[in-house]
């Protein structure tokens, strides 16, 4: 099966459409967005954008899926957490690099954020029900009657 069977374009630029101050009204470069996911992301979106409200310049830098799980890359007020993921025999690694200046907004988003990201590995990508993370081939985050029917 086509991974890209997965993808949702509309749902994104709708996001985008719907949370100007979040996404500037562009949608970000090499982004996409997961049928699935497509509540995960609305949710938090909404979150972000009540926690920034004007005062702040929050710009999504990427959105996809990368080892099975969702990846929500930002930069607030022109900070932003510096990013590895390492593939190890035993699975994967996150390593996470804050700014120098962390305030209390920034310490709520990268909160926010991981509970997507977390949550994202219990939700079905292709249907948005239930899933596990499948790691052969490909990793996907499939429930059952998704996983049967690749």
């Known amino acids: 099966m086509d991974e890209t069977d997965d993808q949702e374009p509309e749902a994104l630029a709708q996001l985008v459409?719907?949370?100007?101050?979040?996404?500037?009204?562009?949608?970000?470069s090499g982004s996409y967005l997961s049928r699935g996911w497509v509540s995960l992301v609305r949710e938090l979106v909404r979150d972000i954008d009540a926690?920034?409200?004007?005062?702040?310049?929050?710009?999504?830098l990427q959105l996809k899926e990368k080892f099975g799980t969702l990846r929500f890359y930002y930069q607030v007020d022109g900070?932003?957490?510096?990013?590895a993921d390492l593939f190890l025999p035993d699975g994967t690694k996150r390593i996470q690099i804050p700014p120098h200046d962390v305030d209390e907004l920034f310490v709520k988003l990268r909160e926010r954020v991981a509970r997507a990201e977390t949550d994202s590995a219990h939700i079905c990508e292709r249907c948005g029900a239930p899933g596990v993370l499948q790691r052969s081939g490909w990793w996907k985050v499939r429930c059952a009657?998704?996983?049967?029917?690749q």
């Not at 900070?79 to 990013?83: E, F, P, S």
């Open 51 to 60: 926690l920034i409200g004007d005062e702040h310049d929050f710009r999504i």
């Open 79 to 83: 900070r932003k957490t510096i990013n």
């Open 17 to 28: 459409n719907e949370f100007p101050r979040v996404f500037k009204g562009l949608q970000p």
């Open 145 to 149: 009657a998704c996983k049967d029917a």
